[in-house]
């Protein structure tokens, strides 16, 4: 027989198994066909034999009277909204169970049946997680206590509905895209529908946070959202380019699309760069194991860019950003777990000499790119644009266009940094000032090493041709 505590204990055990959160994304079909009617259902036949079994207790004639009238009811055959409300009711004369277990002190051997049928609770959620395709990061059977089982629950709530909305945005993004290509018109109706997805799993987001629900889950709906922000800017892009410049909706996609990835490749390689200067100038072994596994992080999302499919937009797209929501959640495990500790990781140089050092370096790299950016632009304007210009010039300058467009920017971006660092670093805010410096430096590494290949190009061309005519 089990004690008044463990009784106490299975009731609200059970009220807590009866309060997993539903999914709020909206399903397909009829709601008796759907996965949430189904995991639903599952809760309330529980419900249905636990408080059936409840009547075996020592409880009060009008509460026992209350569970009759619930337990009349066909679950079956209630529909969902109504069913969620039968369920809500069940929880709450359970809680009242409990309070009249707890007063009365007595309680019976079907608190033992009651333990089984939670136990088989979990078991049943568990296998309705494995048919929905959701990996579980835990098993709830193993729960130590109420307080343990709340929060696997809770972990479990969060994975099954960021699980549900990333698979929302991706049929959303392969519905809106495949539309989008078709004309102006359709793709901005896409950005409309996406930009509705945005708002719902920005809800989602919110209600997690909330339930303080695992950061894992969280992580994942940012991905998703990013996913989502990245299509529409794309699609809003590409449909100002087909209208001021008379293009396809589909090439203007493409466009936009090479634009974007190069971006996001010069934004890895560059951050990719400064971690490894940081890690360069710092002796702490645990300090380079951190940085070793950001690095190895963005070298994979560089090769998944790299790797994408251009052909395939309704595919290219999507991945793009999910490469941007992933980039997005290292610059903030970066700003937690890297920046605060520089000062410590630099004990050998101290923090004023590693600045001065850097800033050095960044300002004599930011003249030499700045030249070379210069020669290409003088090139680009002077020589491409005449009807006898030198093929191998134009075809690089052509083929690189996007690569001299974001480098340009990258170049920009680096300055500015340079001066904010100096302007921080008289405030006395040496760290920031160091972590920008650090950060211009590793852009300018980047836009050097893109405009290369276009800049050794154009110098080759110029000294065959002057070579040639010189005599």
């Known amino acids: 027989m089990m004690t008044q505590s463990k009784v106490l204990g299975v009731a609200v055990l059970a009220i807590l198994l009866a309060s997993i959160i539903p999914i709020a994304i909206p399903v397909t079909g009829e709601q008796q066909d759907s996965q949430a009617y189904a995991v639903l259902l599952v809760r309330a036949r529980v419900l249905y034999t636990m408080l059936n079994r409840s009547l075996g207790l020592n409880i009060s004639a009008e509460l026992r009277s209350e569970i009759q009238k619930l337990l009349a009811v066909n679950i079956s055959a209630l529909p969902v909204d109504e069913l969620r409300e039968w369920v809500n009711n069940a929880s709450k004369l359970l809680a009242k169970v409990n309070e009249e277990v707890r007063v009365g002190g007595r309680a019976y051997a079907v608190g033992i049946a009651l333990q089984r049928y939670l136990n088989g609770l979990t078991k049943a959620l568990e296998e309705r997680l494995r048919k929905l395709n959701i990996s579980i990061p835990v098993n709830l059977t193993r729960a130590r206590d109420i307080s343990e089982l709340n929060k696997l629950l809770r972990n ?241 300058i052509i083929e690189g266009r996007a690569v001299i467009d974001s480098a340009t920017k990258l170049v920009a971006k680096a300055e500015a940094e340079i001066s904010l660092a100096e302007k921080l670093y008289a405030e006395d805010r040496k760290l920031e000032a160091l972590t920008l410096a650090n950060r211009a430096y590793a852009e300018l590494s980047v836009a050097k090493a893109w405009l290369e290949p276009i800049y050794n190009t154009i110098k080759r061309a110029t000294t065959t041709t002057t070579t040639t005519t010189s005599p």
């Open 156 to 396: 479990v709530s969060g994975v099954v509905e960021a699980e549900k909305v990333h698979r929302f945005v991706n049929a959303s993004l392969v519905v809106a895209l495949r539309n989008a290509v078709k004309s102006v018109k359709s793709a901005e109706e896409a950005q409309k529908h996406l930009m509705l997805a945005e708002k719902a799993i920005n809800a989602t987001i919110e209600r997690l946070k909330k339930l303080n629900a695992s950061e894992e889950a969280i992580e994942r709906l940012q991905v998703a959202l990013e996913k989502v922000r990245e299509a529409r800017e794309i699609l809003a892009n590409a449909t100002q380019v087909a209208k001021q410049k008379a293009k396809s909706i589909e090439d203007a996609l493409r466009e936009a699309l090479e634009n974007r990835t190069a971006q996001l490749l010069m934004d890895i390689e560059s951050r990719v760069e400064e971690l490894k200067e940081l890690r360069e100038n710092i002796t702490d072994v645990r300090a380079r194991q951190v940085l070793d596994q950001i690095i190895d992080r963005l070298e994979e999302l560089r090769e998944r860019l790299e790797n994408a499919s251009v052909e395939n937009i309704t595919r290219w797209m999507p991945d793009l950003g999910e490469v941007r929501g992933w980039l997005k959640n290292i610059e903030r495990t970066i700003n937690a777990s890297v920046t605060p500790f520089i000062p410590m990781w630099l004990p050998g140089k101290g923090i004023d000499k590693a600045f001065n050092e850097m800033i050095a370096k960044a300002k004599e790299l930011l003249q030499e790119v700045k030249q070379m950016l210069a020669e290409v632009n003088k090139t680009r304007e002077m020589v491409c644009i005449a009807i006898y210009s030198p093929q191998p010039i134009c075809k690089a």
